[in-house]
C-alpha cells in the first residue's frame, strides 16, 4: 500500500491585532502559502475563499504541484461576478471533489469544468470518538421533535405543523437567523435554543425522536453535516427536497423526502414518523448501517487514497 507524508497550511481569516488589516494580512498568508506548496507533489485545498485563495495565487504553472480542491458547494446565491471568480480559480485544480451527484451536475457547467474533474466523493464524519461523548440521558423529560441549523433553513411551516399535531418541537438555531422572526416560532410552542454548541446539539440530535431538514431554497446544497450526524445517531430525519438531499436520505429507507413548499407532505410524514410504533427505530438503524458503508473516516481514507493514487500516478 502506498505511504505519504503530509504537512498543513493554516490560513487565518482575521488580523486580530488591527482588524482593519485582516484583508492585506489574509492576501500574505495566501502569497506565502503559494510560495511553499511548490515543494509538495499534491496540494488539498479547504478552503471557503476560493475566488481569493490559494489558487489564485499560484507560482508558474511548472512549479505547482497537483491540486485537490476538496468538498466544494456552493452555499448561498453568489451573485456572477463571484461565481466567474470562482469559476477561474476552480479551473485551476486536477479535481475538484464534491459531495452530490446532483451537485455536480450543476456545477459542471455552472463553473466551466470538464467531466474529469469533478468527482463525488461523499461528506464524512468529523467524529473521531464514535460519538460516545454524547450522553445517554436525553436533555429533554418528554419526547420531542428536533429542527436545527440557521442558513437556508426556514422553520416556520415545521413549528405550525408540530403545534397542529401536538408534536413538540425544539429549535436550535443562531440567534443572528434572519428566515424566520425566533419570537414567532416561540410563540408557537417551539423551544428555541440559540446558544447550543456542538456537544448540546448533538445531545438533543442524538434523544430526538426524529429530525426535521426544511430548507429555504431548493437550489442550495445544504445540511448535510447535520444529517450524517443524524445517521450515525440513529435519529431518522425528515427532509424538504433540496440539491443533494436525496443522496443522503433515501426516501422511505433512512428517512423521508418531502416536495419542497408542500407542507401538506410534510406533516403527513412528520405524524406518520411521530405516530407509528417502531418505524422510527427501523429508520434510524437502517440510517446508521449507510452512515457506517458511506460517511465514515474509514470510507472517506478509501476515497481519497483511490483518489490520490490515481492523480499522483497519472
Not at 469533478?118 to 461523548?133: C, K, N, S
Not at 410563540?187 to 456542538?198: C, F, H
Not at 414518523?273 to 429508520?283: D, K, T, V, Y
Request: charged share 25%; hydrophobic share 40%; proline share 6%.
Amino acid at each position: 500500500m502506498d505511504q505519504w507524508s503530509f504537512d498543513h497550511i493554516y490560513i487565518d481569516n482575521v488580523y486580530e491585532r488591527f482588524p482593519k488589516a485582516t484583508g492585506i494580512y489574509r492576501r500574505w498568508q495566501y502569497a506565502r502559502a503559494a510560495r511553499r506548496i511548490r515543494s509538495f507533489d499534491l496540494a488539498f485545498l479547504f478552503s471557503t475563499d476560493i475566488g481569493i485563495g490559494v489558487t489564485n495565487r499560484l507560482p508558474r504553472p511548472d512549479q505547482v504541484p497537483r491540486l485537490i480542491y476538496v468538498g466544494f458547494t456552493q452555499d448561498g446565491p453568489w451573485p456572477g461576478k463571484r461565481i466567474r471568480k470562482v469559476a477561474k480559480a476552480l479551473q485551476h485544480c486536477d479535481v475538484v471533489t464534491m459531495f452530490t451527484e446532483q451537485e455536480r451536475q450543476v456545477y459542471l457547467d455552472r463553473y466551466g469544468l470538464a467531466p474529469e474533474q469533478a468527482v463525488v466523493i461523499p461528506i464524512h464524519t468529523d467524529e473521531i470518538d464514535d460519538y460516545r461523548q454524547y450522553g445517554n440521558v436525553s436533555p429533554e423529560e418528554e419526547p420531542y421533535a428536533l429542527t436545527l441549523g440557521s442558513p437556508n433553513r426556514r422553520f416556520t411551516p415545521t413549528a405550525r405543523i408540530c403545534k397542529a399535531l401536538g408534536v413538540p418541537l425544539v429549535i436550535i438555531t443562531r440567534p443572528w437567523h434572519v428566515n424566520d422572526s425566533l419570537d414567532e416560532l416561540t410563540s408557537l410552542g417551539a423551544k428555541v435554543i440559540t446558544d447550543a454548541d456542538k456537544l448540546k446539539a448533538l445531545t438533543y440530535l442524538k434523544h430526538a425522536r426524529l429530525a426535521v431538514m426544511p430548507f429555504d431554497d431548493p437550489t442550495i446544497a445544504g445540511g448535510y453535516t447535520t444529517i450524517i450526524h443524524a445517521m450515525f445517531l440513529r435519529t431518522p430525519m425528515v427532509a424538504t427536497n433540496c440539491l443533494g438531499i436525496p443522496e443522503h436520505i433515501i426516501d422511505g429507507e433512512t428517512g423521508y423526502v418531502t416536495k419542497h413548499g408542500d407542507d401538506d407532505a410534510l406533516k403527513a410524514t412528520i405524524d406518520r414518523l411521530w405516530s407509528e410504533p417502531g418505524l422510527a427505530g427501523r429508520l434510524g438503524h437502517a440510517a446508521e448501517a449507510r452512515a457506517q458503508n458511506r460517511h465514515s473516516l474509514q470510507a472517506a481514507a478509501r476515497n481519497f487514497a483511490q483518489l490520490i493514487t490515481k492523480i499522483v500516478k497519472n
